[in-house]
């Protein structure tokens, strides 16, 4: 049931561009995107609720497939604040409610 | 300032010594859910409540306790600890299920 995120690890450059996929065997309702960074809470970045939708702030980007069950994270112009670990949470449809699982994470380091 | 609060932060602990990790929120949250952490598995849901007085088990809820008594404080309780639950816990809460989460700061358990 765990979503499955994609690349599991990436190196960057400071001021290159990045992509994390999720994808999900699930139909799903919702697509959340988290931050951790070594020794802290995760962070939440942004959901995504409609298939189609795509949401950002600054220059970082979601986008949601619902009919191919599937969110990419994008990562634009890398900082070094960008490093940490990346978790998308899927929801879905369990008994009537909304259940998030999330993910095993997607490591990104980015180097100056 | 909005918050959900842990504590201990860290924790060593026999084996079979009951043990409460508490958790407390000061925005009204309704939903909140306990989670552990281990390398490569991600976040894994243990047990969650959708309000006062209404809990249910997550994804891995063997070995562990909740109570809902006041919609600000959500403890888990192990109440004889293995070594298999040696891991890194967090507490995190949202408006209702299905919403983006606010996470305590974690909570690292040892069991030897």
């Known amino acids: 049931q765990q979503p499955v995120q994609s690349p599991q690890a990436v190196i960057l450059r400071e001021g290159e561009d990045a992509v994390i996929n999720c994808s999900s065997s699930?139909?799903?309702?919702?697509v959340h995107w988290y931050r951790q960074k070594h020794g802290e809470a995760p962070i939440f970045l942004m959901i995504?609720?409609?298939?189609?939708e795509q949401k950002g702030h600054d220059k970082i980007s979601a986008s949601f497939n619902e009919k191919k069950q599937q969110s990419s994270l994008y990562l634009t112009a890398s900082q070094l604040s960008y490093s940490g670990t990346y978790f998308c949470g899927t929801g879905f449809n369990s008994g009537g409610y909304q259940k998030v699982t999330f993910g095993t994470g997607t490591k990104l380091q980015v180097i100056p | 300032e909005a918050q959900v609060t842990q504590n201990p932060r860290y924790l060593i602990t026999v084996t079979g010594k009951k043990l409460t990790v508490t958790c407390s929120q000061n925005?009204?949250?309704?939903?909140m859910s306990w989670y552990r952490q281990d390398p490569g598995l991600g976040l894994r849901q243990i047990y969650y409540s959708m309000n006062v007085e209404v809990t249910d088990k997550g994804d891995v809820p063997e070995g562990y306790k909740v109570s809902r008594k006041e919609k600000r404080n959500f403890p888990l309780i192990l109440e004889s600890p293995s070594p298999n639950q040696t891991s890194l816990y967090f507490c995190a809460s949202s408006l209702s299920r299905g919403l983006g989460a606010f996470f305590g700061q974690g909570t690292r358990l040892t069991v030897v």
């Open positions: 925005m009204n949250h309704e939903y």
């Open positions: 995504l609720l409609k298939g189609g």
């Open positions: 699930k139909a799903l309702y919702s």
